[in-house]
């Protein structure tokens, strides 16, 4: 069975500073899909980034980007120039490509932006 | 449009009680999740339906549980009886057959069993 490890609880960041968040998953497929979700106070989940296991290239969203290491089953979210409204929990999650639509997500971490 | 509406917001009830959760989806999405979200456990899919049809419940907790949806603009989720480990926010979150990764999720609904 898959799994997603967040092993951050919780993390800080300076306003305009770089804040890096971790994740690890276990699976034995080769294809598959990471994502990062971004859960406001509104508790409401938004889709920040994801990755096609297929691609070596790190996906990049503005501010958003994450470094995949495909052997070493590491998916880390980076945000630069941290903002206010960065404040949130943030969500690890793994797709598998088989045709369904099943998430298995991390238990996350919350980011405070301090300013 | 609304966004994923959910009923109640808020729901408080005694061990052993049946309690019903409501959700409509956005318009034309044709693919609905949902999820329970404990401090312990985080973000858990329960059951997912596309095009109203139950795909995978591999994530329903045990029988108390079951979930239906009879058209594509509603869905409940039933527990019954409910006991205070299901204590819980529940998500619904629905999306669009091209893009079933930009889930839009609903409010949730805060659920505490006594």
């Known amino acids: 069975a898959q799994t997603v490890t967040q092993s951050q609880p919780e993390m800080s960041v300076q306003e305009a500073e770089t804040v890096t968040l971790s994740c690890t998953y276990d699976?034995?497929?080769?294809?598959?899909?990471l994502f990062w979700y971004k859960q406001p106070p509104s508790r409401q989940m938004i889709l920040v980034i994801r990755q096609e296991a297929y691609k070596q290239q790190n996906a990049t969203e503005n501010r958003f980007s994450v470094n995949f290491q495909k052997a070493a089953k590491s998916f880390s979210l980076k945000i630069s120039d941290s903002q206010l409204g960065d404040a949130a929990m943030y969500f690890c999650?793994?797709?598998?490509?088989?045709?369904?639509?099943?998430?298995?997500f991390g238990t996350g971490t919350r980011l405070k932006v301090l300013a | 449009d609304a966004g994923v509406i959910q009923s109640p917001r808020h729901e408080v009830t005694e061990m052993g009680q049946e309690v019903t959760l409501r959700c409509k989806p956005i318009?034309?999405?044709?693919?609905l999740f949902w999820y329970r979200q404990t401090m312990m456990r985080g973000l858990e899919l329960l059951i997912y339906f596309n095009n109203n049809v139950p795909i995978d419940d591999s994530g329903m907790p045990e029988d108390r549980f079951s979930a239906k949806m009879p058209n594509a603009s509603f869905s409940t989720l039933k527990i019954q009886p409910s006991e205070p480990r299901d204590s819980a926010v529940y998500f619904c979150?629905?999306?669009?057959?091209?893009?079933?990764?930009?889930?839009?999720f609903g409010p949730g609904t805060r659920l505490t069993v006594l």
């Open positions: 999650a793994y797709r598998t490509t088989s045709g369904t639509y099943k998430y298995i």
């Open positions: 318009s034309g999405h044709n693919s």
């Open positions: 979150a629905s999306s669009w057959g091209l893009s079933p990764d930009t889930q839009y």
């Open positions: 699976t034995s497929e080769s294809d598959y899909y």
